[in-house]
């Protein structure tokens, strides 16, 4: 294969133009992303949280703790076994359950939805086991 100065360099500017379409993000970020630096355990199934931006939330998670996942939780020693996870920069439980950071962040907007969506594990949760006996 021979290519000429002229055509060495069309090449190239094709493949540059080809990479740089590629290769742009695909999505925006329009959110903040936000971390979880510090947790306190404050009252039954309550954390209170502090960010990284310095805003701070305080959490009962008892509305919340339905389902295969976060059921378990209700377990007070097992919902006291909570951890932060630093390098994800949110809390974590021993059984995998955690909660994205911006969630937590944005608790009192996102709240009800959260409930909402428990409700529903729980009854699925229900009616699974009413469909095995």
């Known amino acids: 294969m021979s290519c000429s100065v002229t055509g060495s360099s069309y090449n190239l500017a094709i493949l540059r133009s080809r990479l740089l379409r590629y290769n742009r993000p695909r999505y925006n970020v329009t959110h903040a992303i936000h971390r979880v630096t510090r947790f306190e355990i ?16 305080r959490i009962d998670f008892r509305p919340v703790l339905e389902g295969e ?18 390098e994800a920069g949110t809390i ?14 944005d608790w009192p907007q996102v709240r009800d939805q959260f409930v909402r969506m428990a409700r529903r594990w729980s009854e699925q949760e229900t009616s699974t086991r009413r469909t095995a006996r």
Do not use: M, R
């Open 42 to 57: 404050v009252g039954p199934y309550t954390l209170a949280l502090s960010f990284e931006d310095g805003t701070e939330q």
């Open 69 to 86: 996942l976060l059921g378990p939780l209700k377990n007070t020693n097992v919902f006291n076994a909570v951890t932060l996870d630093k």
């Open 92 to 105: 974590t439980w021993p059984n995998g359950a955690d909660f994205d950071p911006s969630t937590l962040h």
